[in-house]
């Protein structure tokens, strides 16, 4: 059997890893496209995205939240299309995207504006549920972060 076929079968076998599969490739090119230039974008870029936390009073150092914002983005898009990390890294994303939805509140967009970060804070807390499915890669320093809680190791000797 060619190696095609392999995967095909495999792919239909699982579908449901299969569509995390597209689901996390997908979000993940995308957000390496939006990310990436905010994180190159420097101190002047940073500081514009980092005002965004003004309305939870963090006024101090806007250009390092806008660095993490980028950050965020970049990297959380890489554990995405890796599958590494991939609930912290979720967890950090829908956070920027509930920030950006505000944002777009803010400056009066309305639902309309705030709907392009709300969507994949939705996605983002799916994947946090989830995890990153059977087709990832798979680094045994990542294990416990994708692993759901039952699978990981117990202290030893611990009393109930």
Same mark, same amino acid.
């Given at each position: 059997?060619?190696?095609?076929?392999?995967?095909?079968?495999?792919?239909?076998?699982?579908?449901?890893?299969?569509?995390?599969?597209?689901?996390?490739?997908?979000?993940?090119?995308?957000?390496?496209?939006?990310?990436?230039?905010?994180?190159?974008?420097?101190?002047?870029?940073?500081?514009?995205?980092?005002?965004?936390?003004?309305?939870?009073?963090?006024?101090?150092?806007?250009?390092?939240?806008?660095?993490?914002?980028?950050?965020?983005?970049?990297?959380?898009? *890489?554990? %995405? $299309?890796?599958?590494?990390?991939? @609930?912290?890294?979720?967890? #950090?994303? =829908? &956070?920027?995207? /509930?920030? +950006?939805?505000?944002?777009?509140?803010?400056?009066?967009?309305?639902?309309?504006?705030?709907?392009?970060?709300?969507?994949?804070?939705?996605?983002? *807390?799916? %994947? $946090?549920?989830?995890?990153?499915? @059977?087709?990832?890669?798979? #680094?045994? =320093? &990542?294990?416990? /972060?994708? +692993?759901?809680?039952?699978?990981?190791?117990?202290?030893?000797?611990?009393?109930?």
């Amino acid at each position: 059997m060619s190696p095609y076929r392999k995967i095909a079968q495999s792919l239909t076998e699982n579908p449901l890893d299969a569509g995390l599969l597209f689901l996390r490739l997908g979000f993940g090119a995308m957000f390496l496209y939006h990310g990436l230039p905010q994180l190159l974008g420097g101190p002047d870029k940073w500081a514009q995205l980092g005002g965004a936390m003004a309305w939870l009073g963090l006024t101090a150092a806007p250009a390092f939240w806008g660095f993490m914002s980028g950050f965020s983005e970049t990297v959380g898009a *890489l554990c %995405l $299309l890796l599958g590494l990390g991939l @609930r912290p890294a979720s967890a #950090l994303m =829908a &956070f920027t995207m /509930l920030m +950006a939805a505000h944002w777009h509140f803010e400056k009066g967009a309305g639902l309309a504006g705030a709907a392009r970060a709300i969507e994949p804070c939705i996605v983002f *807390l799916s %994947l $946090l549920i989830t995890g990153p499915g @059977r087709y990832r890669l798979k #680094l045994p =320093a &990542f294990a416990a /972060l994708a +692993a759901p809680a039952s699978e990981l190791p117990q202290a030893e000797g611990a009393e109930e």
